[in-house]
């Protein structure tokens, strides 16, 4: 089960990236605006803007292997969730408003840049990524960064 | 290969991201404070922990990276092959002065400590489609 404090963290102001990789073991990444855990189903379905979604999409559908961090702009608390494919599909109206409020999440917490700043970035149409979580990684910089985490001891 | 272009985005104002692949095919995403500007067809990467990125690098040398320039927000995206380590030299000088100024502004201090300047030769690079 994805602890509360992770789930909160998720849905918070952080920046998100999706890794994948090929046949050829060739990786790719691409930026994730938005996500929605499911923490009973210890499921996250991360909304990639389409516009560089193709790589993921196709190795997702190769092998199924996710990798997905999320960090705090500011604090620069990061974690890594890995896990397996469950499916893919475009996003709907729902995931669509996901997105605009984590937009405005991210300009109310990242006061020091200027709004314009985050105009013009194409983050719909997106596709809907859900994959099951297997591991829980601590992501933040420093010699702690890539600890397996003990999900049930962060269970409230 | 690299364009001038790019230069603002390896300053180190914004994170990089880069994503690597162990042998086992399990894909690793992580941010790291920079990637350095080495020449047209080279950047460097710092190695500062013996962490995932690290290990997989060894085995599996291709790398994807996402860098930001940080007055715009411009992404760009770079295919890398890791090529050699340099743990000391010009190279490894500039960077071990510029990730401590970076870990100063970032409160991070004493956190950073570069162990050597990873060098990867580029392979393919790209602006980001993010922006319209």
């Not at chain 1, 999706?18 to 073991?25: E, K, Q």
């Not at chain 1, 923490?39 to 379905?45: F, G, V």
């Not at chain 2, 399990?26 to 290990?55: C, E, G, M």
């Amino acid at each position: 089960m994805i602890p509360d404090k992770l789930v909160a963290f998720v849905h918070g102001p952080v920046v998100s990236f999706v890794g994948t990789r090929d046949a050829r073991l060739r990786p790719s990444v691409s930026w994730v605006f938005g996500a929605r855990v499911s923490a009973a189903s210890d499921e996250i379905t991360i909304l990639i803007p389409d516009i560089e979604a193709e790589p993921i999409k196709r190795d997702a559908e190769q092998n199924a292997r996710i990798a997905f961090t999320v960090a705090g702009p500011i604090s620069h608390e990061a974690y890594q969730f890995k896990g397996t494919l469950v499916g893919l599909r475009p996003s709907n109206d729902e995931e669509r408003a996901v997105q605009e409020i984590h937009r405005n999440k991210l300009i109310s917490h990242l006061t020091m840049f200027p709004n314009t700043l985050f105009e013009g970035f194409r983050f719909s149409p997106s596709t809907a990524l859900t994959f099951r979580v297997e591991q829980v990684f601590l992501q933040t910089p420093g010699p702690g960064a890539g600890r397996l985490l003990d999900l049930s001891a962060l269970v409230c | 290969m690299l364009p001038d272009e790019i230069k603002p985005a390896m300053q180190g104002v914004l994170p990089s991201t880069i994503v690597t692949c162990s042998l086992d095919g399990i894909p690793n995403v992580t941010d790291i404070s920079q990637v350095w500007y080495v020449d047209k067809d080279h950047v460097a990467l710092s190695h500062q922990f013996f962490n995932k990125t690290h290990r997989n690098v060894r085995e599996n040398p291709y790398v994807q990276a996402i860098v930001r320039d940080g007055r715009t927000f411009q992404e760009w995206y770079l295919e890398l092959q890791y090529d050699h380590s340099e743990e000391k030299g010009p190279l490894f000088d500039k960077m071990d002065m510029e990730l401590e100024a970076i870990a100063s502004l970032t409160g991070m201090s004493g956190v950073f400590k570069l162990r050597a300047a990873d060098v990867y030769r580029v392979l393919s690079v790209r602006k980001s489609r993010s922006r319209q």
